[in-house]
């Protein structure tokens, strides 16, 4: 690898010669009079750069180095390239957030998004994740960074501390240069009370004239509707919400006020048993502004099923009238909806695009998974037989405890009845997509009887055998997301 890296640069860096040492052609870059770009050196990718820079590295020839893509060197590679640090993005009109699991999505993400013009968080994870897959959030962020550099993806993508729950996680994200906080206010939302009946809320219920003043049977105008707050419905509002309002002012004025510029917060109020109603949205949005929050995102619970990895269940006349609303109260204080659980929801995209008029924020983060398992399955049949078999004996029954899903199991095809080449088939099934879907951790984590992984290393080394394949299978599959979320509003 070496001597081709250095006939490399004795050929001054030509474009030309890249292919034959290896060399990502895209990730030729000068700053200072000093060059550096990234490789292919086998089993990784390297980092070669001029002494110049301060990178970290074993010497390749004079004044160059070979570079470890180590958090030190993407630190430096941020200070030196500052179009791979994160920056603010959701005041734009459209983004989407592309969480990449594994590590190895954001190349083929990027192909998509040179395609439109909504801007990427190409590095969003929860700490859920973070725990299933063993990475830092600083992993994740020095993933993103070096495959931005790779592609020179220049226009700016974002990185989201996703449904943080405590002010903890909220700094260990902020602290890491994590530039969008997506607060779930889940632990601070009671679920009990929509089942409550009248006179058990009245039995809870805390007067508070200065609120009952407010919205106690008021109707306000959001744009050409009106949102109606109904007495009881007002009193069940607060018993369901009030600790959340609280709790996320709370988290904006430790870590978000004089600071919004560079900070973007989103909050998530849809991990709830009910789905949120148009006039609780309002509620929970005005609140927030009176008492000085101003989210760039907010996320409600819509009606229907937004479950794992398959699209929405419901319907949709319904969901088109009540996104519709929901798409007004968010104009009318000022902020984006947000659709989270987003994933090959391909049968509300138009309608996402059409009353957020080209302004929202889509959430997917699993589906990367499922494309990287389909390419296993398509090109290592006797290591996605394993895995699926493991999946089905042991890992689904323990995933379930963390994902909501209405999988049947016996919707599977059994494996002994499926041929190697009709193994990719299982991906166009609900049932068979979830049971990957929600194991990713356990997958990834499942060890042999001598401590050694039974599965990681040859996913990650199928992974960078077929990257090309995998990166188009993305391009192609995000791009129908935004294709579709596109056919919403374009030539409006």
């Known amino acids: 690898m070496n001597q081709k890296l250095i006939a490399f640069l004795e050929s001054g860096c030509a474009p030309d010669a890249c292919a034959a040492a290896g060399v990502y052609p895209r990730s030729v870059h000068t700053s200072g009079g000093c060059t550096a770009f990234l490789a292919d050196g086998g089993e990784a990718d390297v980092l070669v750069a001029q002494d110049g820079f301060g990178f970290t590295g074993e010497s390749l020839t004079d004044g160059w180095v070979v570079c470890e893509l180590s958090h030190e060197n993407a ?17 734009k009109p459209r983004t989407v957030g592309v969480g990449d699991r594994l590590g190895i999505a954001t190349p083929g993400h990027i192909r998509v998004f040179e395609k439109y013009d909504a801007y990427p968080i190409f590095a969003q994870q929860s700490i859920r994740e973070l725990n299933l897959t063993n990475r830092t959030f600083e992993n994740v962020l020095d993933c993103a960074s070096y495959a931005v550099f790779r592609e020179n993806f220049t226009r700016g993508f974002g990185a989201d501390g996703d449904h943080l729950k405590t002010p903890k ?3 260990y994200a902020i602290s890491c240069g994590y530039t969008m906080i997506t607060l779930d206010c889940s632990e601070h939302i009671r679920n009990d009370v929509e089942a409550m009946t009248d006179e058990q809320v009245l039995a809870e219920y805390q007067p508070d004239p200065e609120l009952e003043a407010r919205y106690m049977g008021k109707s306000f105008a959001v744009e050409d509707r009106t949102v109606t707050i109904d007495p009881m419905a007002f009193r069940r509002m607060t018993l369901i919400y009030n600790e959340a309002i609280d709790f996320a002012v709370s988290i904006y004025n430790q870590f978000f006020t004089g600071r919004e510029d560079a900070l973007d917060f989103e909050i998530s109020i849809d991990e709830t048993a009910t789905p949120t109603e148009p006039a609780q949205h309002f509620y929970v949005a005005s609140e927030l502004i009176r008492r000085g929050v101003r989210p760039a995102t907010v996320a409600p619970r819509f009606c229907g099923e937004f479950q794992k990895g398959i699209d929405y269940i419901g319907n949709l006349a319904q969901f088109d009238r009540e996104f519709a609303e929901h ?19 391909f049968s509300v995209f138009a309608i996402v695009g059409k009353h957020s008029r080209g302004n929202f ?6 589906t990367n998974w499922l494309e990287a398992m389909l390419v296993i399955a398509e090109h290592e049949p006797a290591l996605y037989r394993e895995i699926h078999q493991y999946a089905l004996d042991y890992a689904f029954a323990e995933a379930r405890k963390y994902y909501h899903v209405t999988t049947n199991l016996n919707n599977i095809p059994a494996l002994d009845t499926l041929t190697d080449a009709e193994l990719p088939g299982l991906f166009q099934n609900n049932d068979a997509r979830q049971l990957i879907h929600i194991t990713y951790g356990l997958i990834l984590n499942e060890k042999n009887p001598d401590g050694t992984d039974r599965f990681y290393t040859r996913l990650y080394r199928a992974w960078r055998t077929y990257a090309e394949e995998y990166a188009r299978n993305l391009e192609r599959h995000i791009g129908r997301h935004l294709a579709l979320l596109y056919s919403g509003f374009q030539g409006e």
């Open 75 to 91: 630190q430096t590679l941020r200070r030196v390239f500052p179009f791979t640090a994160p920056v603010s993005v959701l005041k």
């Open 169 to 171: 996680e909220v700094e």
């Open 327 to 345: 798409a007004a109260i968010a104009r009318h204080f000022g902020y984006k909806i947000s659709v989270h659980s987003g994933s090959d929801k």
């Open 361 to 366: 924020h889509l959430k997917t983060a699993g």
